[in-house]
């Protein structure tokens, strides 16, 4: 790879990491056909971008970038391959369902929201972070309990008023 193809692969990668807060790095080496094929059909479906990335232009990229990834670059040893969500969990969920047949893919790290996550025993957190979503139907839920109550509450009344 020459000087200018790096130049404009970093600049790729730069532009591909700007504004996005969702960034998991995982270890896919080991996998084979069927199961790469089932990683990449899997993130297609929850609107996940995957790219293997070469490290070394990957951490420039980070390095350059308005973000600040902490210790991100450290983890960025043999195979890497980088998914981008808009989902926070949407990754971890992938990552812990593929690992039902085996021990690949392994997360190394992930960026979420400023929060930085390293190592892969950081899965299962992961994959417990509500979405943006998830935490909105909760929140109305909570909202919608209390009125319920008093609705249900006010339709017993006027019930045992009506059997007097």
Same mark, same amino acid.
């Given at each position: 790879? !020459?000087?200018?193809?790096?130049?404009?692969?970093?600049?790729?990668?730069?532009a591909?990491? $700007?504004?996005?807060?969702? +960034?998991?790095? /995982?270890?896919?080496?080991?996998? *084979?056909?069927?199961? !790469?094929? *089932?990683?990449?059909?899997a993130?297609?479906?929850?609107? #996940?971008?995957?790219?293997?990335?070469?490290?070394? =232009?990957? $951490?420039k /990229?980070?390095?350059?970038? *308005?973000?600040?990834?902490?210790? =991100?670059?450290?983890? =960025?040893?043999?195979? !890497? $391959?980088?998914? @981008?969500? *808009?989902?926070?969990?949407?990754?971890a969920? @992938? +990552?812990?369902? =593929?690992?039902?047949?085996?021990?690949?893919?392994?997360?190394?790290? /992930?960026? +979420?929201?400023?929060?930085?996550? #390293?190592?892969?025993?950081?899965?299962? $957190?992961?994959? !417990?972070? &509500?979405?943006?979503?998830?935490? #909105?139907?909760?929140?109305?839920?909570?909202?919608?309990?209390?009125?319920?109550?008093? +609705? /249900?509450?006010?339709q017993?009344?006027? &019930?045992?008023?009506?059997?007097?």
């Amino acid at each position: 790879m !020459t000087r200018e193809e790096k130049s404009i692969a970093i600049e790729n990668l730069t532009a591909q990491l $700007a504004g996005v807060n969702v +960034i998991y790095l /995982a270890d896919t080496s080991g996998l *084979d056909a069927a199961s !790469t094929s *089932d990683l990449r059909r899997a993130c297609f479906k929850a609107n #996940i971008k995957l790219e293997v990335v070469k490290n070394t =232009l990957l $951490a420039k /990229a980070m390095e350059v970038s *308005d973000l600040d990834y902490g210790d =991100l670059p450290s983890v =960025l040893k043999g195979n !890497t $391959a980088i998914m @981008i969500s *808009d989902t926070a969990n949407a990754p971890a969920k @992938i +990552i812990k369902d =593929l690992r039902k047949k085996g021990t690949k893919p392994t997360l190394k790290g /992930a960026y +979420i929201n400023t929060e930085i996550y #390293i190592g892969d025993d950081q899965l299962d $957190a992961l994959v !417990t972070i &509500k979405s943006k979503e998830e935490l #909105i139907g909760e929140l109305i839920g909570l909202l919608q309990s209390p009125a319920q109550r008093v +609705i /249900a509450a006010l339709q017993n009344q006027n &019930k045992e008023e009506v059997a007097q």
